[in-house]
């Protein structure tokens, strides 16, 4: 019933910049804690960043200066800028979001397909 979409991914060159979106939809109360993780080839997967529906956020310190993470509560919707990408920053990305859907049960984990960001000159 709840689903997360993720757009943007793609191609870029090093240095480039690429802008990754996520929508949360379906049998949705109230959305907490949204965010990014990323799992490059051969490598576990990492959080890149989380945001609280209060603003507040936490990044990896590898992209601490280069990325930037936003969301739009009304929409259920969050965005990720990454600029000055480095060829290690290439992986598959995935939207999370921790999720109730009623207002009495306890919230749960949901997770998007991801998407490809590749970078190579």
């Known amino acids: 019933q709840v689903q997360l979409v993720e757009s943007g991914g793609g191609l870029v060159q090093p240095g480039g910049s690429l802008r990754l979106s996520c929508a949360a939809s379906?049998?949705?109360?109230?959305?907490?804690?949204m965010g990014w993780f990323r799992q490059a080839l051969g490598k576990q997967r990492e959080l890149v960043a989380i945001i609280g529906n209060n603003g507040f956020t936490q990044y990896a310190d590898s992209v601490k200066g280069r990325f930037t993470i936003s969301r739009d509560n009304d929409k259920n919707t969050i965005d990720l800028q990454m600029s000055g990408l480095k060829p290690e920053d290439a992986a598959v990305y995935s939207c999370y979001a921790l999720i109730k859907t009623n207002r009495a049960a306890a919230p749960s984990d949901y997770w998007g397909q991801g998407t490809q960001v590749t970078v190579s000159s």
């Open positions: 379906g049998s949705i109360f109230s959305v907490s804690t």
